[in-house]
């Protein structure tokens, strides 16, 4: 193996998981998954059948990936976040074949207890708040929180608020990077 897995972790014949990547206590990763280099996947995650994660994702403890699930590289996805992938599910109807997909970009950040209803796409680098209920698609670089999320401004690709003056344009106050902002939609210049 050129992975760690604690000793408590259920791992399903059939899945490929990358060199590096952890798998911590009492975690539950099904048949077919894909799991990319350099991961960690905390305590107590399921990882469900076909889900595919990219290079360096960390999963913090306690997190649902549901089937038709895809993460790119670099993702963050906060402790006791969910995904869905059935809009409307009932106990005694099977809607397995249902499955909505739902897509992370590389580099986003989902926080704490979120939750993301299937069917929707988050962009890369978007940043979504602690609690929040992410009901549409998140364009890439923005900061959506609440319940129902809406969007509250724009993040760089370290996290920090981008604010942009009258000419769209912002600079990352960590990175020194450039941004520019133009018809809803936030590029690196």
């Known amino acids: 193996m050129d992975y760690f897995a604690h000793e408590s972790a259920i791992i399903d014949e059939g899945c490929k998981i990358g060199r590096g990547t952890k798998i911590w206590h009492f975690s539950h990763i099904m048949p077919g998954c894909i799991i990319g280099e350099e991961c960690n996947i905390g305590q107590n995650v399921v990882i ?50 249902e499955y909505a997909e739902t897509h992370v970009g590389k580099g986003a950040t989902i926080g704490a207890n979120a939750t993301i209803v299937c069917g929707h796409t988050i962009g890369e680098y978007a940043f979504i708040g602690a609690g929040a209920v992410v009901t549409k698609n998140v364009q890439p670089y923005a900061l959506w929180v609440g319940n129902p999320a809406t969007q509250l401004g724009w993040v760089s690709e370290y996290g920090h608020r981008l604010n942009f003056d009258e000419d769209g344009n912002a600079l990352c106050s960590e990175s020194k990077v450039k941004y520019k902002l133009k018809n809803e939609r936030v590029t690196k210049t």
């Open 48 to 97: 469900s059948p076909l889900v595919v994660l990219g290079r360096n994702v960390k999963v913090q403890n306690n997190v649902s990936i549901y089937t038709g699930v895809t993460v790119d590289d670099d993702v963050f996805l906060g402790p006791s976040m969910v995904f869905t992938n059935v809009i409307n599910p009932r106990s005694a109807i099977n809607r397995k074949s």
